[in-house]
């Protein structure tokens, strides 16, 4: 194989039938080159979440800040979230691509979503008027918040460009995974941020620290639960159109994540529309 073609150039084989070992000795040729840029950006991902979900929990109890203990256990999340889609990568080029982005994709949406409505619920009750009192006895640290946003926010403008990198050299954000583990680096922005406001707000306006926390808890998870519901439906989408490949209408089908698909049926390969077109 030419040493210019990259690993977008051959995309994902899910189906063979007939004599396709050519057809699967092509896609190998091109997964096995090592570490990608989209292994390197999501590793680079995984490593900065972790680190800064691991020191701020600390941090959270500290400050006795809900709003932080959120952010830390989607963070958490979010690191388990690159991690697997590693593995995706690591795949691409085999039939198991498809069906483990699919099955990794939809159990880290679920995973944040319900740590996210679990963790919120103390500054709901709060919201409501049942927890005041409770709520009332806890000072919130404005200090130790502001650290951890100010953390967060360069945390993620790392990760931002490492994406942003990993897009130009390969065009590679319409992979699943990739777009799934982006939109976790794009809510956690909008998190930090968060985080810096409700700081701002303590320190200037004197605001009072419980609810200013309680609220800012609720606007992060509603920054939560809005990318959750996208990455469903489109996750949905991308279920619904793998199933339509694989009912046995079309046999030997190849799906590329572009524009085009190379699907290989006995000896011969031909260019079919993507899936994801459906």
């Known amino acids: 194989a030419p040493s210019h073609t990259r690993e977008s150039d051959i995309g994902d084989v899910v189906f063979f039938c007939g004599d396709t070992g050519s057809l699967r000795s092509l896609g190998r040729a091109f ?25 701020q929990l600390g941090l959270a109890f500290a400050a006795n800040s809900q709003a932080l203990v959120v952010d830390c256990m989607s963070m958490a999340v979010d690191s388990g979230a690159y991690v697997g ?5 690591m795949q691409r080029g085999s039939r198991m691509h498809i069906p483990l982005e699919i099955c990794i994709g939809g159990i880290s949406l679920l995973s944040l979503a319900y740590l ?30 502001l650290v951890c946003g100010i953390g967060g926010v360069i945390f993620d403008v790392v990760s931002l460009h490492a994406f942003w990198a990993s897009s130009n050299e390969e065009g590679a954000l319409v992979a699943m995974s990739m777009w799934t583990a982006l939109m976790h ?80 049926v006995g000896d011969k390969v031909f260019v079919a529309p993507s899936p994801l077109a459906l």
Do not use: H
Not at 194 to 218: I, K, N
């Open 31 to 55: 997964t096995d080159q090592g570490c990608t840029q989209n292994m390197r950006t999501l590793g680079l991902s995984a490593v900065l979440f972790a680190t800064i979900a691991v020191l």
């Open 85 to 89: 889609s590693i593995f995706v990568e």
């Open 116 to 145: 996210t409505i679990q963790t919120t619920q103390e500054p709901m009750r709060f919201v409501r008027g049942d927890g005041w009192r409770q709520a009332q006895q806890r000072t919130v640290n404005p200090y130790i918040c």
């Open 185 to 264: 680096v794009g809510a956690d922005f909008l998190r930090s941020l968060t985080t810096l406001v409700m700081c701002l707000l303590l320190l200037l306006e004197q605001v009072d620290g419980a609810a200013a926390d309680a609220w800012a808890s609720l606007v992060m998870g509603g920054f939560i639960l809005f990318g959750v519901t996208c990455g469903l439906l489109e996750w949905a989408r991308k279920l619904w159109a793998w199933a339509q490949v694989s009912d046995g209408k079309r046999q030997g089908v190849a799906n590329f994540e572009g524009e085009d698909s190379v699907a290989g």
